[in-house]
């Protein structure tokens, strides 16, 4: 039977972002797997070698705990991490995430160019990515980070400026905290807004190159007018993927932490200690806990890079079209 | 004769696949269903505990402590569940099939024929599976002995003190998962899966994501079992009645062993578990009954 050609070039209903992502998988599975293990794949292991410094670090604050040597931990770094730790955890936590930012790239170039008919070796798409684009989509993932993070610091100067600046005056700390907690919820309310104006800025770099602060304007014009929409089936989306990914992971914590917790319990149930039971499950989980996150986070990834890019790359054309950039070709359903 | 398919849905048209909408309405009908049973059950549970600081006795003992607790909160455990599984479980498939495939529900779910041999079989069946479940279940505890012991403190929930109480907890435990669980997890996303997985594997995912859904790891594999059989009633005889009645009879029996152990105390060993002779002869007969369906159903022409 021969195949239908898939109309990739319309305005999508609901039900349409995840069906012809569905259809569109199956051109890009393949580019999907080889960026997975080629670049993924070993920063996930970087990132968990961190992640498994970054926990074993606290295995220590407990054990001092355990044996109650409350003295030692009046020196701060008895009881935070050392910073070399912090340091390579943030450092892996980056590897990671550009890992994905760069091969999510890939792909949704590879989704959009495909939809307009265009087939793309994997090759020519790496390059390209990595000469033209990478840096620009770390440069509006910075600048998002920094007016989203400049939103959140107005509420806080509030909540912690207000009690130092009028530590001599108990109505004005009550006024500056109170104003604090008001705009701490709307600051949230705003980052919020803001996190899905400027969903696509990555997207805007990626397939029609715009530059880091143009992609912003471009993120926040397509989807004005979108808002709800856009916010609703990116809801969804993430949702169903998470739901997905977790009935995966969830079994792989389980299987790790089961006899932990119920050590636990039974100390509880034997002794009535629960400090003593807290102490030694805290010090279990932060001991065990690096080896499930990396293999969850291994396999969330996997199912993430199949489907997110796709996903990015149908809404942005749908949000195109709907803007009037990209004609829209008629679908003939029967 | 099944009534066609009424193709006005946006997963009934051409070229789309119902399957992925299978998928987003499981994924949507879950998540909403346990957030909802979380938010209600533990929301007004803590607000009765901050306004009536009840004591829920124990003595220090933890497990009598949270056996209270649900002995406590056992109606409102009861109400909640029932809204939620009806509410979201049940009315918001219905609704979601209803807008996105369109057509009879009665038709598309398989609400419209019973085979009257196959339900007395789906019955059978689902009485003696419950001795091989509970070995197996076994088997999982076995190796974390003290979870064993905490399951044991939601005891209360099925126990019944009165006629009316029991007819109430079989009503709640007994019809309405078998209701709207079945309704969800076999009228329609199993129904929609075999439509592009051919058996066994149709009814093998299906039961083994109903399984899952239950969210208790040491019970999975005896919930896969338990999961694959009502599917596979489902997928034999093609009538949503039977493997809801199969559901029914499993859970209720369950909530009257509970109630009445003596009863059943031949069949059981010294640590009140079906006795090894007693899973084995009723595993062989629960093989026979399954072996029954299968040519049963084979000789009549379905599928």
């Not at chain 1, 029609?208 to 809801?235: A, C, H, P, Q």
């Not at chain 2, 009536?52 to 109606?75: V, W």
């Not at chain 2, 085979?115 to 076995?142: C, E, H, K, Q």
Request: net charge positive; charged share 15%; glycine share 6%.
């Amino acid at each position: 039977m021969e195949q239908k050609e898939v109309n990739y070039l319309t305005s999508y209903k609901f039900g349409d972002f995840f069906d012809k992502a569905a259809k569109m998988a199956k051109h890009t599975f393949k580019s999907s797997m080889l960026l997975y293990l080629a670049i993924l794949l070993p920063a996930i292991v970087v990132y968990s070698a961190s992640l498994l410094l970054y926990f074993n670090s606290f295995v220590e604050l407990f054990s001092r705990l355990s044996s109650r040597d409350y003295n030692s931990l009046s020196n701060v770094w008895n009881i935070l991490p050392s910073p070399l730790t912090i340091i390579l955890f943030i450092i892996g936590s980056l590897i990671y995430t550009l890992a994905f930012y760069f091969a999510s790239a890939c792909i949704t170039l590879k989704a959009y160019r495909k939809a307009h008919g265009e087939e793309s070796e994997l090759k020519e798409l790496v390059g390209e990515v990595y000469r033209e684009k990478f840096l620009p989509i770390l440069g509006q993932l910075l600048l998002k980070g920094a007016i989203m993070m400049g939103v959140i610091l107005i509420p806080l100067l509030f909540l912690i400026g207000g009690p130092i600046l009028f530590r001599n005056s108990s109505p004005l700390i009550l006024i500056t905290v109170f104003i604090g907690l008001f705009l701490l919820i709307a600051a949230y309310v705003v980052v919020i807004w803001l996190a899905f104006a400027f969903y696509f800025s990555a997207e805007a770099i990626v397939i029609d190159n715009s530059t880091v602060t143009g992609s912003l304007k471009r993120s926040f014009y397509l989807v004005k007018g979108n808002w709800w929409r856009v916010f609703g089936i990116l809801l969804v989306f993430n949702l169903i993927i998470s739901m997905i990914a977790s009935t995966v992971s969830g079994p792989i914590f389980s299987v790790f932490m089961l006899s932990d917790f119920g050590r636990y319990f039974e100390s509880i149930i034997s002794s009535g200690n629960i400090d003593r039971a807290i102490l030694e499950l805290y010090t279990a989980i932060f001991t065990k806990m690096g080896i499930p996150t990396a293999i969850s986070v291994a396999l969330q990834s996997a199912v993430y890079i199949i489907v997110y890019p796709l996903i990015q790359a149908l809404f942005y054309i749908d949000l195109k079209i709907r803007k009037g950039e990209l004609e829209s070709k008629v679908e003939n359903r029967g | 004769m099944r009534e066609e398919l009424n193709k006005r849905g946006y997963w009934e048209q051409e070229d789309h696949n119902p399957l992925i909408g299978g998928i987003i309405v499981l994924c949507l009908v879950t998540f909403i269903y346990f957030m909802s049973q979380i938010i209600l059950v533990n929301g007004l549970m803590v607000a009765d505990m901050i306004i009536n600081t009840p004591d829920f006795g124990g003595d220090g003992d933890l497990l009598s402590h949270m056996a209270g607790i649900y002995r406590r909160y056992k109606y409102l455990i009861f109400v909640v569940l029932t809204l939620c599984q009806w509410g979201i479980m049940f009315g918001l498939t219905a609704l979601f099939y209803k807008k996105w495939h369109g057509g009879s529900i009665r038709g598309y779910f398989y609400l419209d024929r019973i085979d009257w041999l196959g339900l007395l079989l789906a019955v059978l069946g689902a009485i003696l599976i419950i001795p091989g479940v509970n070995f197996i279940a076994r088997l999982s505890y076995s190796l974390f002995p003290i979870f064993e012991k905490l399951s044991q403190v939601s005891l209360p929930l099925f126990q019944a003190g009165s006629p009316l109480e029991l007819a109430l907890t079989i009503g709640v435990i007994g019809v309405t998962p078998a209701v709207c669980e079945e309704f969800l997890f076999r009228g329609y996303f199993q129904r929609t899966l075999q439509r592009k997985l051919a058996a066994p594997w149709s009814f093998i995912l299906t039961g083994v994501i109903f399984a899952i859904m239950h969210q208790q790891i040491l019970s999975l594999p005896a919930l896969m079992v338990a999961g694959i059989f009502l599917s596979f009633i489902y997928y034999r005889f093609q009538s949503l009645y039977l493997s809801m009645a199969a559901h029914f009879v499993y859970n209720s029996t369950l909530v009257l062993f509970t109630n009445f152990p003596a009863s059943i105390k031949i069949l059981l060993d010294r640590e009140e578990n079906f006795s090894l002779p007693v899973t084995i002869i009723s595993s062989l007969f629960f093989l026979l009954v399954v072996t029954a369906m299968a040519l049963y159903g084979k000789r009549r022409g379905l599928r």
